[in-house]
Structures are given as structure tokens and as C-alpha cells.
């Protein structure tokens, strides 16, 4: 390996760092400067950093093409549009109904039905039409093989968990939960689609295969979750138990009440009757 192939390898990396992961650094920086900061100018220039963090990341298959990374850059950028739209619809569908604080116009749970629907049809047409995200011709972006279907098995699950909660906490609303009920439907709908009918670059093997890793991966994190409540719960446990017993006080008998009367009296003036 000679000095202008090291050379080259190290531009490279150098080109990697400033154009793709110090935007995706800056993106959660400039999120935690929004949401901490009550100054204007601040929040401000938190979204801008949030934003400007974003726009490179998803422009970086075009900045730093050499860089395997940019994988993840070009399924951004793929998918934002969608998932932007269905998390709109879904924010429309919740919040239009009969809910304390917030309220959207009733006319906008059409609009929150249409866009969510828009949403799926554009991600169907990724899986079974000419728009399924490619780092080169005919080679489908890796992480489109994770995403989709975990991203179907979350929508079908959140929505199915959203609409019983709505139903049994929230009041008079009925018809929002049947409107998520039929989200996570079109969620499973689209993974019976998936397992059964092949797409013009990915096949039901290919689906089937990451359907199953993406079960194992909820899984996984679920049981993460639940045994890390469990654990904390055990030592919040484990530590009052090890703290000492409260000491019982007694209540004070008439001669102390009278001492510490006599004692009070003494310095701010007049006597005890």
C-alpha cells in the first residue's frame, strides 16, 4: 500500500466525518437545544442545527458517495416523506376527536385518513413497485430490509395498543379507535402481502427472512425493557428495606408542655396562666 493510497483511504474518512456523522451528531444536539432552552433565539437556533444536521445526512449518498455509511443517509431521506405523512394522519386521526386540551376540527380526521393512507401506498409502492430505495441499479438499500418490515410490525402493534387504550381510558372516543383498529389492520394487511407476493427487487424469502429477525429484535428489546423496569423496581426494593425503621416518638406529657411553656414565655415576655 503506497503513501497516495493511505492518503486517499484517509480523505475519505476525513470526508465521512465532516459530512456525515457530525450532521447526524448535530441533529440530537440541536433537538436537545430546542427542548431545553426557554430563550426564542435559542429554540431557534436548535431547529436550525436539527434541520441543517438533517439535510446533510439525507443529501450525504451525494457528498460522500464512497462511504458505506451514507446507506443509512439515502433510507432518510427515502423514507421521510411517508413516514411524515402517516405520523401527520395519525396526529390528525387522535386529535380531532373528544379530547380535553388540543382539539383539531372534526374536518380534519379525513384529512389525518387520507394522509395516513397516502403514507402506505407510497411505502407499498417501495416494496412492490419501480421505488424501493437503491444504492446502485438493482441493488436494494440494506437497511430498507430492516426497516420495513419492523416498521409494519410496530404500526400494526402501536396502533392495535393505541386504539384499545383510547377505547377503555379515554371518553366518547369510539370512532377514532375503529380509525387506528384500521391502521393496524392495513399494517397487517401489508405484511400478509409481503410473505405472499414478491416485489420487483425483493422476493417473500427475503421479506419472511427479515419479517423473523425483526420479531426477534422487538422481542428482545421488549424483554430488555421489562426486565430493566423489573430490576429497577427490585433495587428501589432492596434499598428501603435495608433503611432503618422510623423511631417512634412518643407524645409529650403535661409537665414537659409546661416546662417548654415556661421556657417560651420567658423570652418573649408575660407568664403561663
Not at 493511505?6 to 440541536?30: H, K, S, T, Y
Not at 439515502?74 to 376527536?97: D, M, N, T, W
Amino acid at each position: 500500500m503506497n503513501i497516495h493510497t493511505v492518503r486517499g483511504i484517509m480523505d475519505e474518512m476525513l470526508q465521512a466525518l465532516l459530512l456525515f456523522w457530525l450532521p447526524v451528531a448535530v441533529v440530537p444536539f440541536g433537538v436537545w437545544i430546542f427542548l431545553s432552552s426557554s430563550n426564542d433565539q435559542r429554540k431557534t437556533f436548535g431547529r436550525f442545527l436539527a434541520f441543517v444536521g438533517i439535510v446533510m445526512v439525507c443529501t450525504s449518498p451525494w457528498t460522500v458517495p464512497s462511504s458505506p455509511s451514507t446507506a443509512a443517509g439515502h433510507l432518510l431521506g427515502a423514507i421521510i416523506g411517508p413516514a411524515v405523512l402517516i405520523l401527520l394522519g395519525i396526529y390528525l386521526i387522535s386529535f380531532s376527536g373528544h379530547v380535553p386540551v388540543g382539539r383539531l376540527p372534526r374536518s380534519d380526521r379525513k384529512l389525518g385518513i387520507f394522509l395516513s393512507l397516502v403514507g402506505f401506498a407510497w411505502f407499498a409502492g417501495m416494496h412492490w413497485w419501480i421505488l424501493t430505495p437503491q444504492i446502485a441499479s438493482g441493488k436494494v438499500n440494506d437497511y430498507w430490509f430492516v426497516f420495513w418490515p419492523t416498521f409494519l410490525l410496530l404500526t400494526s402493534c402501536l396502533s392495535s395498543c393505541a386504539a384499545i387504550a383510547s377505547l377503555t381510558i379515554g371518553d366518547n372516543r369510539k370512532t377514532e379507535s375503529n380509525y387506528m383498529f384500521m391502521l393496524s389492520g392495513l399494517g397487517f394487511l401489508m405484511i400478509l402481502l409481503g410473505l405472499n407476493v414478491d416485489g420487483p427487487l425483493i422476493t417473500t424469502d427475503d421479506f419472511r427472512e427479515h419479517l423473523w429477525l425483526s420479531v426477534a429484535d422487538l422481542a428482545g428489546i421488549a424483554a430488555g425493557g421489562l426486565l430493566s423496569v423489573m430490576v429497577f423496581a427490585l433495587v428501589i426494593f432492596v434499598y428501603e428495606k435495608t433503611l432503618p425503621s422510623p423511631v417512634k416518638i412518643e407524645a409529650p406529657q403535661t409537665a414537659e408542655l409546661e416546662q417548654v411553656a415556661n421556657v417560651i414565655a420567658s423570652h418573649i415576655g408575660g407568664g403561663v396562666e
